[in-house]
């Protein structure tokens, strides 16, 4: 009788690595040009991943500067209908203030003296820069400047009590040059 060899149950079976290659072959890791395909693989998807990541940085820093500008723009239409307004409660014609601010001539706002001042309206320094100041923008120089510039001119319509007012806001961006106008048509009220 012969004792049967009893084999204990590992759970699996071990795969012979070797079957059919030559043990010297085998036991070799990758080669150098395997090396080199494999790392150049991974840099190529990195620099797509990184290529990717900074074209969506930059359009959303666009699209930012876009708001604001929409913004600024919208607001300088904004201090010509206030200053309308405002020359109207006096008695005044708002668009005799601003005769000197043509296209080639367009003019800023100086928002430190009050609407019916003559200074209120006028020529800008600094090609119009709009400037930060706790937050609100400016045309103040000793603050931070913003990028932006904005400038308002107009353009008379048949008779002198309509007027178009345009509002243009401007800023650079990486190697371009970007601008978002505004216009509106205004009416004097003083006949």
């Not at 601010?101 to 006028?122: L, M, Q, R, W, Y």
């Not at 961006?173 to 216009?183: F, H, I, M, W």
Request: hydrophobic share 35%; proline share 1%.
């Amino acid at each position: 009788m012969q004792k049967e060899k009893i084999q204990k149950n590992s759970g699996f079976t071990p795969t012979p690595m070797n079957i059919g290659v030559s043990s010297a072959k085998a036991e070799r890791g990758f080669t150098l040009v395997e090396t080199l395909v494999a790392i150049s693989i991974f840099t190529v998807s990195v620099i797509s991943l990184m290529f990717v990541l900074s074209n969506g940085i930059t359009g959303t820093k666009f699209a930012n500067n876009k708001i604001i500008a929409g913004y600024l723009a919208q607001e300088g239409i904004e201090y010509v209908r206030n200053m309308r307004d405002t020359y109207a409660l006096s008695g005044d014609k708002f668009n005799s203030k601003l005769e000197s601010c043509k296209k080639e001539d367009a003019c800023g706002f100086n928002d430190t003296v009050f609407v019916t001042d003559n200074k209120f309206i006028s020529k800008c320094d600094n090609d119009c820069k709009l400037y930060i100041n706790n937050g609100s923008y400016t045309y103040t120089v000793s603050s931070e400047d913003s990028g932006f510039t904005r400038t308002i001119w107009m353009d008379k319509i048949n008779n002198n009590n309509e007027v178009k007012i345009f509002s243009k806001v401007k800023w650079t961006q990486g190697s371009g040059e970007y601008d978002v106008t505004l216009s509106e048509n205004l009416f004097d009220w003083i006949e």
